[in-house]
């Protein structure tokens, strides 16, 4: 496992710019773009079960996520804790990253198999689609392992949200869905971008966030693909309708990321801890750049209405 762990940075980046050349294919159609995909997953696919030593002590020094991707860096609050406070609350944010990410995920597989129930079973589209089904699911256990192994809990949604999230899972379709799936995924890519290759992070999360980018970056392409089709030729009245429903959507996704219990378990006080992340304008610089390219993308496919746009500005994701 060890030896796995420790692959080499060139394969590594070889990977993820692969996956990275998928992701910018032009337009080819989906079943066209499902064949690229699949072969992409043949050769790409990664298994953290085997790769991470699990049972490798984890060093007190390094942190759950780079310090800068904390939601309290930059704050009052941040320069009052110390040095091993800042790691801790790291780790309890980036468990709670991964947790919601879980939650989301499950959605996402419920949608999909939902679109593709009745689909074209011999196509690409459809074998590419439970291909993603089973990495989410291979990614829920990653991220269930590792925030097993960091900081030994759990994070939910509230219940408002929770129960929003099985309203979603049930109604949204076609462009709703995988702009659903491609918000969620296209924050935590940049997010985890940033992390993976900083050595002050924890080695074995360093990897666990290759492994999603490398294999995310397929989902998102099939994603845009999905979403694209759907709304070619759409009217007026379901384009305004599925650009809102897609922003409230984000928004309760974005606003999720970093539960209050995270605080409470890393040894802060919660109320100062969720006020400051709310008012900390560097977190929200640093939500904006990681939602760039997702906002260029609903603007070209016509998902980027002014009503959709205060949804996203509430959540700082423009």
């Known amino acids: 496992m060890t030896a796995a762990m420790d692959r080499t ?12 050349n998928v992701v910018s294919m032009r337009d080819q159609g989906t079943d066209e773009v499902s ?65 919601i990410g879980i939650w989301f995920e499950m959605i996402l597989q419920e949608m999909v ?24 699911c291979r990614h829920s256990i990653m991220f269930a392992k590792a925030s097993e192994k960091m900081v030994g809990t759990s994070y939910k949604p509230t219940k408002k949200v929770g129960r929003l999230g099985k309203l979603f899972k049930r109604t949204a379709k076609n462009e709703v869905a995988y702009a659903g799936i491609l918000v969620a995924e296209e924050v935590l890519d940049v997010f985890q971008r940033g992390c993976m290759r900083d050595d002050r992070v924890l080695p074995f999360i360093r990897t666990v966030n290759e492994i999603h980018v490398l294999e995310e970056s397929r989902h998102m392409r099939f994603a845009r693909e999905e ?31 970093v539960q209050k219990k995270a605080f409470a ?18 977190f929200q610089s640093m939500i904006r750049s990681s939602c760039a390219h997702l906002m260029e993308f609903l603007d070209e496919v016509g998902l980027l209405t002014k009503p959709a746009m205060y949804y996203y500005r509430k959540a700082n994701m423009l």
């Open 9 to 20: 940075q060139a394969d590594t980046h070889h990977g993820v710019d692969e996956a990275q």
């Open 35 to 99: 064949e690229r995909l699949l072969a992409s997953a043949a050769r790409l696919s990664r298994n953290a079960m085997t790769e991470i030593d699990w049972s490798a002590p984890m060093d007190p020094t390094k942190y759950g996520c780079s310090p800068e991707w904390s939601s309290l860096y930059g704050t009052a609050y941040w320069e009052e804790l110390s040095e091993s406070q800042r790691i801790s609350v790291t780790r309890h944010e980036f468990a709670s990253i991964m947790n």
């Open 113 to 136: 198999i939902r679109d593709q129930y009745l689909g074209a079973y011999h196509s690409p589209e459809f074998q590419f689609a439970l291909t993603e089904v089973a990495d989410e």
């Open 227 to 257: 979403v694209r089709e759907s709304m070619d030729g759409v009217g007026w009245a379901r384009r305004q309708f599925s650009a809102l429903y897609v922003a409230l959507g984000a928004y309760f996704i974005v606003t999720s990321l």
């Open 265 to 282: 378990d890393a040894g802060l006080d919660a109320d100062r801890a969720m006020a400051e992340m709310r008012s900390n304008s560097h």
